[in-house]
């Protein structure tokens, strides 16, 4: 196994993992995968159900909304359902998290480019970061299938290093899921894990190997070495 990478000295870049990380989704993803119980006569589920789940994509939707997993038969078909529902909704709800926005505002007055790694489709990426204000100052967004490859695999965060000019040895990558870490650490990134995400109902954050955590999105700036 290689050897773990060092958090920067000098950080030039900050990248971003969207959904529970900046931005949180959970409500509109809920809403579109308890649309498919409610159409067929199944009765609501509260919005906490969903929730922890919710970094999962349609596959986490789908396992609390209709206990359906992926080696389903209907499983396709019912995915692409949410998908539909999903797009109709995605920013009825959708806000960043209490102390992006002042996050992004540091970073950028500190003059730090950054940007979003994320492995949601562009399909649904592009519209929603074009729709909201925050992402006006994104440097990019690199979505599940910019590249070949997803996270864990370091590929999509060599791609938004690269767009931005700047060393992967030199970029942060902050996340809400193993896979942020997983796939940051194997790009030489520095890596923070964001404990206020989605982390799921069996996460133990602390066996990620993240260089930091942080509790609230303004932690990051204490993350960071003096300029």
């Given at each position: 196994?290689s050897e773990?990478?060092?958090?920067?000295?000098?950080?030039?870049?900050?990248?971003?993992?969207?959904?529970?990380?900046?931005?949180?989704?959970?409500?509109?993803?809920?809403?579109?995968?308890?649309?498919?119980?409610?159409?067929?006569?199944?009765?609501?589920?509260?919005?906490?159900?969903?929730?922890?789940?919710?970094?999962?994509?349609?596959?986490?939707?789908?396992?609390?909304?209709?206990?359906?997993?992926?080696?389903?038969?209907?499983?396709?078909?019912?995915?692409?359902?949410?998908?539909?529902?999903?797009?109709?909704?995605?920013?009825?709800?959708?806000v960043a998290f209490d102390?992006?926005?002042?996050?992004?505002?540091?970073?950028?007055?500190?003059?730090?480019?950054?940007?979003?790694?994320?492995?949601?489709?562009?399909?649904?990426?592009?519209?929603?970061?074009?729709?909201?204000?925050?992402?006006?100052?994104?440097?990019?967004?690199?979505?599940?299938?910019?590249?070949?490859?997803?996270?864990?695999?370091?590929?999509?965060?060599?791609?938004?290093?690269?767009?931005?000019?700047?060393?992967?040895?030199?970029?942060?990558?902050?996340?809400?899921?193993?896979?942020?870490?997983?796939?940051?650490?194997?790009?030489?990134?520095?890596?923070?894990?964001?404990?206020?995400?989605?982390?799921?109902?069996?996460?133990?954050?602390?066996?990620?190997?993240?260089?930091?955590?942080?509790?609230?999105?303004?932690?990051?700036?204490?993350?960071?070495?003096?300029?």
């Amino acid at each position: 196994m290689s050897e773990k990478p060092s958090f920067p000295e000098q950080v030039r870049a900050v990248l971003f993992d969207l959904d529970g990380t900046l931005v949180d989704s959970a409500p509109d993803l809920a809403a579109a995968a308890d649309k498919l119980r409610t159409d067929r006569g199944l009765p609501s589920l509260p919005l906490e159900k969903y929730r922890p789940m919710a970094g999962a994509g349609a596959r986490g939707m789908l396992a609390v909304a209709l206990d359906m997993t992926p080696d389903h038969a209907e499983f396709p078909a019912l995915r692409e359902e949410f998908f539909i529902n999903y797009e109709a909704c995605i920013q009825d709800q959708t806000v960043a998290f209490d102390g992006v926005e002042q996050l992004i505002d540091q970073l950028v007055e500190m003059g730090l480019p950054w940007g979003v790694v994320t492995n949601k489709a562009s399909r649904f990426s592009l519209p929603l970061t074009r729709a909201m204000p925050l992402f006006k100052t994104a440097r990019t967004v690199v979505s599940g299938d910019t590249t070949p490859y997803a996270k864990p695999h370091p590929a999509p965060l060599l791609e938004a290093a690269s767009r931005l000019g700047v060393a992967a040895g030199q970029c942060v990558y902050v996340g809400d899921d193993e896979r942020d870490i997983v796939a940051g650490l194997a790009a030489g990134m520095g890596t923070v894990a964001a404990l206020y995400g989605y982390l799921g109902t069996d996460k133990v954050p602390g066996l990620w190997g993240a260089h930091h955590s942080i509790k609230f999105p303004l932690g990051l700036l204490k993350c960071l070495p003096e300029a």
